[in-house]
């Protein structure tokens, strides 16, 4: 755990391969990843007023399984540039920009159902 805090390993243009804790937790992220994507396709596909943000929940399931995966598969195969560390770091601030977005559309969510519903009101009197 030591190591986490030091520079060389998140720096190093040839890190060794992930600990095999660290491979198990990086395969279930993946398999995770895929499972709920799949849950979330078809949420998407159902239809709805939410159908837009499951829309959203997929790409960014699926974009970051991929994503993970070729980390994986980089680590695995000791590719020198693509298996540094430092990878990882801008795979997590990405991610959690993109969660960020996608939970300001959620909070934005009732708003915009009370305006559809208040337009779908004022359209139902028309001629």
């Known amino acids: 755990m030591v190591n986490l805090l030091t520079w060389q390993f998140w720096f190093n243009p040839r890190p060794d391969v992930l600990s095999p804790n660290a491979a198990k937790i990086m395969t279930a992220m993946i398999v995770g990843g895929?499972?709920?994507?799949?849950i979330t396709?078809?949420?998407?596909?159902?239809g709805?007023?939410?159908?837009?943000?499951w829309g959203k929940c997929f790409n960014f399931l699926i974009a970051n399984s991929l994503?993970?995966?070729l980390l994986f598969f980089f680590d695995q195969e000791l590719i020198p540039v693509f298996s540094a560390r430092y990878w990882y770091l801008i795979w997590l601030v990405c991610a959690i920009a993109w969660l960020v977005f996608i939970v300001l559309h959620f909070k934005k969510?009732?708003?915009i159902k009370r305006e559809l519903n208040a337009d779908q009101l004022y359209k139902k009197y028309l001629p």
């Open 34 to 38: 895929v499972l709920f994507s799949i």
């Open 41 to 46: 396709y078809w949420l998407k596909s159902r």
């Open 48 to 53: 709805g007023f939410y159908r837009r943000l």
């Open 67 to 69: 994503v993970a995966l």
């Open 109 to 111: 969510m009732p708003a």
